[in-house]
């Protein structure tokens, strides 16, 4: 699905570790191939059209750079609590 920037909350994007090299390799890959791997929300609880943005807060920050309004999205059938968590497990299993 495709969001508008306006549509995110961005509320847990502290925990994420900021990597200068990385930023501006995901910003030359975005510029040069477009966004190739969808950002992962889950529906607002009682807001329609709100996504709380649980991976994806450095494509959405490129993005942002490269001038976009848009980001490619899907979302995950879960609370947000759920989902916060199985996105901090699965980011455990890859180290």
């Not at 090299?21 to 009682?46: H, K, N, T, W």
Request: glycine share 4%; charged share 30%; proline share 3%.
């Amino acid at each position: 699905m495709q969001l508008e920037f306006h549509q995110l909350e961005r509320r847990w994007e502290r925990l994420r570790v900021d990597n200068p090299q990385r930023r501006r390799r995901l910003l030359a890959s975005l510029a040069d191939s477009g966004q190739q791997v969808p950002i992962v929300v889950v529906a607002m609880e009682g807001q329609a059209d709100r996504y709380v943005v649980i991976d994806g807060y450095k494509r959405i920050a490129a993005l942002e750079q490269l001038g976009r309004d848009t980001v490619e999205a899907v979302a995950w059938p879960m609370s947000e609590a759920a989902a916060v968590l199985l996105d901090r497990s699965l980011r455990l299993c890859e180290h």
